[in-house]
């Protein structure tokens, strides 16, 4: 799968619709997972607490839990790819983990170019006054944040799948 194909490219979903709802980013690392998660209308993208990891299944059920309090309707992983946009041995592990997901949890996985989230995390955090340790921390979900906003960026939801506020009487 090349550069352009990856940034689209998703685990089988019948639509190319984005359905209405939360959707639920991850940069996904060997020791952390970086999350974060949309506005129910799928606009702007926050970062929720870094999970540690421990196992496969305490990270999905750690996972689960997020899902389900945020009512999320997809998920979009960070797929690491080289600079030369050709997969890896991390490309692969992320494959096999957005197909976990997808089993799991019976919602559409999407994956996308990562190149550059942890640099450009990285960048951002030294702009803060944060210390060395707290900046750390948050490198992670800071990366998740760009991964699912350039995803939501790159994939604007349809007009028929955004909700329309109720009118005002």
């Keep these: 799968m090349d550069a352009a194909t990856t940034q689209s490219s998703q685990i089988p979903h019948p639509s190319n619709e984005r359905p209405p709802g939360r959707t639920l980013g991850l940069d996904v690392g060997s020791r952390r997972i970086g999350i974060a998660v949309s506005d129910p209308l799928g606009i702007t993208a926050q970062g929720l607490e870094t999970l540690q990891r421990r196992n496969k299944r305490h990270d999905l059920a750690a996972l689960e839990h997020i899902i389900r309090d945020y009512a ?3 998920i979009v992983i960070g797929l690491p790819l080289r600079m030369s946009g050709a997969e890896g ?3 692969d592990k992320m494959l096999l983990f957005a197909e976990d997901l997808r089993k799991r949890f019976r919602l559409p996985v999407h994956l996308w170019d990562e190149r550059l989230t942890s640099a450009e995390a990285n960048r951002l955090l030294r ?7 707290k ?4 490198v992670d979900r800071m990366a998740a944040v760009l991964i699912l906003q350039g ?5 604007p939801p349809s007009p028929s799948a955004t909700p329309l506020p109720a009118d005002r009487e």
């Design 72 to 74: 999320v309707k997809q």
């Design 151 to 155: 995803w939501m960026d790159g994939n």
């Design 127 to 133: 702009e803060t006054e944060l210390s060395i340790e």
């Design 89 to 91: 041995t991390q490309s």
């Design 135 to 138: 900046r750390a921390k948050a």
